[in-house]
Protein backbone atom coordinates (compact mmCIF):
# COMPACT_ATOMS: atom_id res chain seq x y z
CA UNK A 1 0.00 0.00 0.00
CA UNK A 2 3.27 2.42 0.60
CA UNK A 3 4.34 3.94 -2.73
CA UNK A 4 7.80 4.71 -3.48
CA UNK A 5 7.48 7.77 -5.36
CA UNK A 6 8.30 8.09 -8.97
CA UNK A 7 7.35 4.50 -9.02
CA UNK A 8 4.07 2.79 -9.79
CA UNK A 9 1.61 3.02 -7.12
CA UNK A 10 0.61 -0.43 -5.24
CA UNK A 11 -3.14 0.33 -5.59
CA UNK A 12 -5.37 -2.05 -4.53
CA UNK A 13 -3.10 -4.34 -2.00
CA UNK A 14 -4.44 -5.26 1.25
CA UNK A 15 -2.88 -3.83 5.00
CA UNK A 16 0.22 -5.35 5.77
CA UNK A 17 0.41 -5.72 9.51
CA UNK A 18 4.22 -4.66 11.18
CA UNK A 19 4.17 -7.91 13.87
CA UNK A 20 6.45 -5.19 15.61
CA UNK A 21 3.81 -2.58 15.87
CA UNK A 22 1.87 -2.26 19.34
CA UNK A 23 -2.10 -3.23 19.50
CA UNK A 24 -2.43 0.45 19.92
CA UNK A 25 -5.15 2.11 18.03
CA UNK A 26 -3.34 5.22 18.09
CA UNK A 27 -0.82 6.33 15.21
CA UNK A 28 2.40 5.36 17.12
CA UNK A 29 5.80 4.95 15.35
CA UNK A 30 8.69 3.14 16.53
CA UNK A 31 10.36 6.04 18.23
CA UNK A 32 7.88 6.46 20.90
CA UNK A 33 5.83 9.63 19.10
CA UNK A 34 1.71 9.25 19.02
CA UNK A 35 0.44 11.62 16.19
CA UNK A 36 -2.51 13.76 17.17
CA UNK A 37 -2.64 16.49 14.65
CA UNK A 38 -3.74 16.36 11.31
CA UNK A 39 -2.67 18.44 8.44
CA UNK A 40 -5.30 18.44 5.62
CA UNK A 41 -4.28 19.62 2.37
CA UNK A 42 -7.16 20.69 0.72
CA UNK A 43 -6.21 21.64 -2.84
CA UNK A 44 -2.77 22.27 -4.30
CA UNK A 45 -3.82 25.15 -6.52
CA UNK A 46 -2.76 28.80 -4.84
CA UNK A 47 -3.82 32.29 -6.14
CA UNK A 48 0.11 34.20 -5.53
CA UNK A 49 3.13 32.79 -7.08
CA UNK A 50 5.47 33.35 -4.30
CA UNK A 51 9.08 33.14 -5.59
CA UNK A 52 10.35 30.54 -2.48
CA UNK A 53 7.67 28.34 -3.65
CA UNK A 54 6.76 27.89 -6.84
CA UNK A 55 7.85 28.79 -10.77
CA UNK A 56 5.87 32.06 -12.44
CA UNK A 57 4.14 30.18 -14.61
CA UNK A 58 2.47 28.13 -11.58
CA UNK A 59 2.83 24.18 -11.49
CA UNK A 60 0.74 21.40 -13.06
CA UNK A 61 -2.11 20.99 -11.17
CA UNK A 62 -4.04 18.33 -9.68
CA UNK A 63 -6.28 16.97 -12.08
CA UNK A 64 -9.90 17.44 -10.15
CA UNK A 65 -10.79 13.57 -10.44
CA UNK A 66 -7.97 12.76 -8.75
CA UNK A 67 -8.34 14.95 -5.55
CA UNK A 68 -10.63 13.38 -2.74
CA UNK A 69 -14.38 14.44 -2.96
CA UNK A 70 -16.05 16.34 0.45
CA UNK A 71 -17.57 13.21 1.33
CA UNK A 72 -14.36 11.09 1.14
CA UNK A 73 -12.31 13.58 2.63
CA UNK A 74 -14.63 14.40 5.89
CA UNK A 75 -15.23 10.34 5.49
CA UNK A 76 -11.13 9.77 6.30
CA UNK A 77 -11.03 12.49 8.50
CA UNK A 78 -13.98 10.74 10.23
CA UNK A 79 -11.45 7.49 10.63
CA UNK A 80 -8.31 10.20 11.99
CA UNK A 81 -10.54 11.50 14.77
CA UNK A 82 -12.83 8.31 15.91
CA UNK A 83 -10.30 5.08 14.82
CA UNK A 84 -6.73 6.82 16.01
CA UNK A 85 -7.29 9.46 18.03
CA UNK A 86 -6.66 12.38 16.21
CA UNK A 87 -7.07 15.51 18.39
CA UNK A 88 -6.47 18.42 15.87
CA UNK A 89 -7.32 19.11 12.24
CA UNK A 90 -5.02 21.75 10.30
CA UNK A 91 -6.41 22.41 7.04
CA UNK A 92 -3.90 23.61 4.83
CA UNK A 93 -3.22 24.20 0.65
CA UNK A 94 -1.88 25.63 -1.78
CA UNK A 95 -4.46 27.68 -0.58
CA UNK A 96 -7.28 26.27 1.38
CA UNK A 97 -9.67 28.77 0.39
CA UNK A 98 -9.65 28.05 -2.83
CA UNK A 99 -11.18 24.77 -2.53
CA UNK A 100 -15.01 24.71 -3.19
CA UNK A 101 -17.21 22.94 -0.77
CA UNK A 102 -14.76 24.23 2.55
CA UNK A 103 -17.16 25.60 4.74
CA UNK A 104 -18.81 22.36 4.44
CA UNK A 105 -15.63 20.01 5.11
CA UNK A 106 -14.98 22.31 8.61
CA UNK A 107 -18.50 22.34 9.88
CA UNK A 108 -18.83 18.36 9.31
CA UNK A 109 -15.16 18.69 10.93
CA UNK A 110 -16.57 20.31 13.56
CA UNK A 111 -19.20 17.87 14.18
CA UNK A 112 -16.96 14.80 15.13
CA UNK A 113 -16.87 13.67 18.41
CA UNK A 114 -14.74 13.89 20.27
CA UNK A 115 -14.88 17.85 18.62
CA UNK A 116 -11.27 18.14 17.54
CA UNK A 117 -9.63 21.75 17.41
CA UNK A 118 -9.49 23.30 14.26
CA UNK A 119 -7.41 25.80 12.73
CA UNK A 120 -6.67 26.85 8.83
CA UNK A 121 -3.67 28.25 7.55
CA UNK A 122 -4.21 30.74 4.33
CA UNK A 123 -2.33 33.18 2.17
CA UNK A 124 -5.09 35.89 3.59
CA UNK A 125 -6.70 36.27 0.02
CA UNK A 126 -10.22 36.62 0.16
CA UNK A 127 -10.59 35.60 3.24
CA UNK A 128 -11.90 39.04 4.56
CA UNK A 129 -15.15 37.92 2.76
CA UNK A 130 -14.97 34.62 4.06
CA UNK A 131 -13.65 34.95 7.51
CA UNK A 132 -17.24 35.25 9.65
CA UNK A 133 -18.52 31.83 7.74
CA UNK A 134 -15.48 30.52 8.49
CA UNK A 135 -15.55 31.33 12.36
CA UNK A 136 -19.45 29.68 11.85
CA UNK A 137 -18.63 26.27 10.42
CA UNK A 138 -16.28 25.94 13.43
CA UNK A 139 -12.76 27.00 12.85
CA UNK A 140 -11.12 27.79 16.07
CA UNK A 141 -7.78 29.68 14.72
CA UNK A 142 -6.60 31.31 11.39
CA UNK A 143 -2.45 31.56 10.51
CA UNK A 144 -2.16 33.87 7.88
CA UNK A 145 1.14 34.04 5.92
CA UNK A 146 2.69 37.43 5.15
CA UNK A 147 6.41 38.29 4.58
CA UNK A 148 6.70 42.19 4.27
CA UNK A 149 4.24 44.91 4.84
CA UNK A 150 5.44 46.90 1.99
CA UNK A 151 3.17 47.03 -1.12
CA UNK A 152 5.86 46.87 -3.75
CA UNK A 153 7.70 43.87 -1.87
CA UNK A 154 4.57 41.84 -1.51
CA UNK A 155 4.13 42.25 -5.16
CA UNK A 156 7.70 41.16 -6.15
CA UNK A 157 7.91 38.57 -3.52
CA UNK A 158 4.29 36.76 -4.08
CA UNK A 159 4.13 38.47 -7.68
CA UNK A 160 0.40 39.79 -7.17
CA UNK A 161 -0.42 43.06 -5.80
CA UNK A 162 -2.62 41.45 -3.33
CA UNK A 163 -1.21 42.63 0.16
CA UNK A 164 -4.29 44.79 0.72
CA UNK A 165 -6.41 42.08 1.02
CA UNK A 166 -3.87 40.04 2.99
CA UNK A 167 -4.10 43.30 5.65
CA UNK A 168 -8.29 43.31 5.46
CA UNK A 169 -8.83 39.72 5.92
CA UNK A 170 -6.56 39.73 8.42
CA UNK A 171 -8.47 42.32 9.98
CA UNK A 172 -11.86 40.71 9.60
CA UNK A 173 -10.39 37.26 11.49
CA UNK A 174 -9.63 39.03 13.94
CA UNK A 175 -13.36 40.81 13.93
CA UNK A 176 -14.53 37.59 13.29
CA UNK A 177 -13.21 36.32 17.16
CA UNK A 178 -10.82 33.99 15.29
CA UNK A 179 -8.21 35.09 18.04
CA UNK A 180 -5.34 34.86 18.18
CA UNK A 181 -4.46 35.80 14.98
CA UNK A 182 -1.09 33.94 13.79
CA UNK A 183 0.98 35.51 10.98
CA UNK A 184 3.52 33.45 9.89
CA UNK A 185 6.68 34.92 7.94
CA UNK A 186 9.46 33.97 6.02
CA UNK A 187 12.66 35.87 5.89
CA UNK A 188 14.56 35.84 2.75
CA UNK A 189 18.59 37.25 2.75
CA UNK A 190 18.46 40.29 0.82
CA UNK A 191 14.93 40.55 0.10
CA UNK A 192 12.84 41.36 3.49
CA UNK A 193 15.10 40.59 5.97
CA UNK A 194 15.39 44.19 7.18
CA UNK A 195 11.68 44.08 7.78
CA UNK A 196 11.98 41.39 10.81
CA UNK A 197 11.33 44.40 13.10
CA UNK A 198 9.00 46.07 11.24
CA UNK A 199 7.17 43.13 11.11
CA UNK A 200 6.91 42.34 14.94
CA UNK A 201 6.35 46.04 15.81
CA UNK A 202 3.08 45.93 12.90
CA UNK A 203 1.93 42.40 14.68
CA UNK A 204 2.10 44.02 18.50
CA UNK A 205 -0.14 46.84 17.28
CA UNK A 206 -3.02 45.19 16.09
CA UNK A 207 -3.12 42.17 18.46
CA UNK A 208 -1.95 39.31 15.94
CA UNK A 209 0.73 36.57 17.13
CA UNK A 210 3.98 36.87 14.70
CA UNK A 211 5.66 33.78 14.07
CA UNK A 212 9.19 33.46 11.60
CA UNK A 213 9.68 30.57 9.99
CA UNK A 214 12.92 29.30 8.44
CA UNK A 215 12.55 28.53 4.92
CA UNK A 216 12.47 24.55 4.29
CA UNK A 217 13.73 23.09 1.22
CA UNK A 218 10.61 22.19 -0.01
CA UNK A 219 10.13 24.93 -3.30
CA UNK A 220 8.86 23.44 -6.34
CA UNK A 221 12.26 24.83 -8.46
CA UNK A 222 14.39 23.02 -6.13
CA UNK A 223 16.07 26.20 -5.26
CA UNK A 224 16.89 26.48 -1.73
CA UNK A 225 20.21 26.86 -0.44
CA UNK A 226 21.18 26.76 3.47
CA UNK A 227 23.33 29.72 3.00
CA UNK A 228 20.47 32.03 1.64
CA UNK A 229 18.41 30.51 4.68
CA UNK A 230 17.98 33.13 7.72
CA UNK A 231 18.41 30.95 10.48
CA UNK A 232 16.56 31.63 13.42
CA UNK A 233 19.62 32.86 15.38
CA UNK A 234 19.97 35.70 12.80
CA UNK A 235 16.65 36.57 13.46
CA UNK A 236 16.75 36.45 16.90
CA UNK A 237 19.84 38.99 16.46
CA UNK A 238 17.86 41.16 14.33
CA UNK A 239 15.04 41.28 16.51
CA UNK A 240 17.40 42.29 19.35
CA UNK A 241 17.92 45.53 17.91
CA UNK A 242 14.54 46.84 18.77
CA UNK A 243 13.06 44.36 21.20
CA UNK A 244 13.87 43.21 23.94
CA UNK A 245 13.22 39.04 24.09
CA UNK A 246 12.80 36.80 26.94
CA UNK A 247 12.28 32.62 26.61
CA UNK A 248 8.71 32.09 27.57
CA UNK A 249 7.80 30.06 30.23
CA UNK A 250 5.55 27.78 29.38
CA UNK A 251 6.40 24.34 28.53
CA UNK A 252 6.81 24.10 24.37
CA UNK A 253 5.23 20.40 24.32
CA UNK A 254 5.33 19.46 20.55
CA UNK A 255 4.85 22.79 19.37
CA UNK A 256 7.20 23.72 16.45
CA UNK A 257 7.68 27.75 17.70
CA UNK A 258 9.89 28.35 20.36
CA UNK A 259 7.73 31.51 21.95
CA UNK A 260 9.33 34.47 23.48
CA UNK A 261 8.25 37.43 25.44
CA UNK A 262 8.66 40.69 24.07
CA UNK A 263 9.67 43.39 26.29
CA UNK A 264 8.23 41.94 29.23
CA UNK A 265 5.30 40.86 27.76
CA UNK A 266 2.64 39.91 27.73
CA UNK A 267 2.73 39.76 24.11
CA UNK A 268 4.88 37.13 22.13
CA UNK A 269 6.91 36.47 18.98
CA UNK A 270 7.37 32.89 18.17
CA UNK A 271 10.25 31.49 15.55
CA UNK A 272 10.18 27.87 14.10
CA UNK A 273 13.78 27.03 13.04
CA UNK A 274 12.73 23.70 11.61
CA UNK A 275 16.34 23.35 9.82
CA UNK A 276 18.94 24.71 12.73
CA UNK A 277 16.83 23.51 15.68
CA UNK A 278 14.71 20.93 14.22
CA UNK A 279 11.91 19.80 16.58
CA UNK A 280 11.48 16.22 15.25
CA UNK A 281 11.67 14.30 18.17
CA UNK A 282 8.02 15.71 19.54
CA UNK A 283 6.68 14.94 16.12
CA UNK A 284 2.76 14.67 16.52
CA UNK A 285 2.15 15.10 12.90
CA UNK A 286 -0.08 13.13 10.17
CA UNK A 287 -0.68 14.20 7.13
CA UNK A 288 -3.20 13.95 4.15
CA UNK A 289 -2.64 15.38 0.46
CA UNK A 290 -5.54 16.60 -1.68
CA UNK A 291 -5.65 13.49 -3.46
CA UNK A 292 -5.47 10.96 -0.73
CA UNK A 293 -2.41 10.13 0.25
CA UNK A 294 -1.05 10.18 4.12
CA UNK A 295 2.45 11.62 4.42
CA UNK A 296 4.25 10.44 7.89
CA UNK A 297 6.47 13.67 7.42
CA UNK A 298 6.89 17.06 5.40
CA UNK A 299 9.77 15.53 3.72
CA UNK A 300 8.71 11.50 3.29
CA UNK A 301 10.07 9.87 0.16
CA UNK A 302 6.32 7.32 0.59
CA UNK A 303 3.20 8.10 0.40
CA UNK A 304 0.58 5.39 1.62
CA UNK A 305 -2.80 5.67 -0.71
CA UNK A 306 -5.84 6.32 0.86
CA UNK A 307 -8.03 7.25 -1.98
CA UNK A 308 -7.68 3.67 -3.47
CA UNK A 309 -8.92 1.69 -0.47
CA UNK A 310 -11.21 4.34 -0.19
CA UNK A 311 -12.47 3.97 -4.08
CA UNK A 312 -12.78 -0.15 -3.40
CA UNK A 313 -15.10 -0.04 -0.83
CA UNK A 314 -13.05 -0.61 2.49
CA UNK A 315 -14.09 -0.27 5.31
CA UNK A 316 -13.05 2.54 8.07
CA UNK A 317 -11.33 0.01 10.08
CA UNK A 318 -9.19 -0.95 7.29
CA UNK A 319 -8.17 2.03 6.64
CA UNK A 320 -7.44 2.67 10.12
CA UNK A 321 -5.39 0.29 10.52
CA UNK A 322 -3.10 0.81 6.79
CA UNK A 323 -2.67 4.28 8.24
CA UNK A 324 -1.30 2.79 11.40
CA UNK A 325 1.25 0.85 9.72
CA UNK A 326 1.96 3.79 7.68
CA UNK A 327 2.98 5.87 10.70
CA UNK A 328 4.83 2.73 12.47
CA UNK A 329 7.45 3.50 9.58
CA UNK A 330 8.13 7.24 10.29
CA UNK A 331 11.40 8.42 9.80
CA UNK A 332 13.38 10.14 13.24
CA UNK A 333 13.58 13.30 11.34
CA UNK A 334 13.61 15.33 8.89
CA UNK A 335 17.22 14.56 8.08
CA UNK A 336 18.22 17.75 6.23
CA UNK A 337 21.71 17.66 7.34
CA UNK A 338 22.03 14.02 6.22
CA UNK A 339 24.85 14.16 3.65
CA UNK A 340 22.50 12.52 1.63
CA UNK A 341 19.48 14.56 1.65
CA UNK A 342 16.62 14.40 -0.97
CA UNK A 343 14.24 16.86 -1.04
CA UNK A 344 11.20 15.04 -1.47
CA UNK A 345 9.31 15.25 -5.05
CA UNK A 346 6.24 16.83 -3.73
CA UNK A 347 6.49 20.55 -3.19
CA UNK A 348 5.42 22.71 -0.54
CA UNK A 349 2.20 23.74 -2.31
CA UNK A 350 1.18 19.74 -2.86
CA UNK A 351 1.95 18.77 0.59
CA UNK A 352 0.48 21.51 3.20
CA UNK A 353 2.71 23.16 5.77
S1 LIG B 1 10.09 17.46 9.48
FE1 LIG B 1 8.77 15.66 9.63
S2 LIG B 1 9.28 14.66 11.58
FE2 LIG B 1 10.14 16.74 11.61
S3 LIG B 1 8.55 17.95 12.64
FE3 LIG B 1 8.17 18.14 10.42
S4 LIG B 1 6.71 16.51 9.92
FE4 LIG B 1 7.55 16.05 11.96
Given amino acids: ?54 PAEGLDWMPRSEQLTDDELVRLIGVAVHELGVEELRFTGGEPLL ?55 FATITRRDRISDVLDGLRAARDAGLAPVKINSVLLRGVNDDEACDLLEFALEHGYQLRFIEQMPLDAQHGWKRTSMVTAGEIMDLLSARFTLTEHPEDRGGAPAEKFVVDGGPQTVGIIASVTRPFCGACDRTRLTADGQVRTCLFAHTETDLRAMLRRGAPDHEIADVWRDAMWGKRAGHGIDDPGFLQPDRPMSAIGG
Avoid at 20 to 40: C, E, H, M, S
Avoid at 121 to 126: D, E, K, Q
Fill in 1 to 54: MTTELGLPSLRGVGPTRDPARPDDPRLVDTFGRVATDLRISLTDRCNLRCTYCM
Fill in 99 to 153: RKGLENVLAASAALRPRPDISLTTNGIGLARRARALASAGVNRLNVSLDTLRQDR
